[in-house]
């Protein structure tokens, strides 16, 4: 399992962006809060590989849209009891890094996402190391 190459983000970005009315410089600013992004769970431990990495960047992606449309996902189950406090607490620091970046509350469920996707991605790591 090879480590996620940031410089694929770009590529994500235009593929899931193709029927957005994105121009460069608003698809550059995406790619960069992204690597942003991607640093920050590096430096947290959380490590993507080149299989969830693209998958978490297409969520930020789909997530970066509803921001801007301010329509948020809201689910009728509660996802916190199934995520660690470590993966929560994470999320809510990416979901604080979104809202100072658009000036846009970021719910609690669309935090609740993110962090199911660092909790699957720490199992991930954890397999890997023998320590589940």
Known sequence: ?????????IKVIDE???DWSLDKSEKDSLNKKL?????????EGIIFDDTAGPVFVT????LYGRVKQNQFV????NLTDEISVESLRLAEKISS??????????PKTETALIATH?????????????EV
């Open 97 to 106: 890094y979104i809202e100072s970046q658009y000036g846009s509350k970021i």
């Open 16 to 18: 899931r962006t193709r």
């Open 35 to 43: 690597i942003d992004i991607m640093n920050y769970c590096e430096k």
């Open 118 to 130: 660092l909790g699957a991605m720490q199992l991930r790591l954890n397999e890997e190391k023998g």
């Open 74 to 77: 809201d689910l009728e189950i």
């Open 1 to 9: 399992m090879g480590k996620y190459d940031y410089d694929d983000i």
């Open 59 to 62: 969520h930020l992606i789909t």
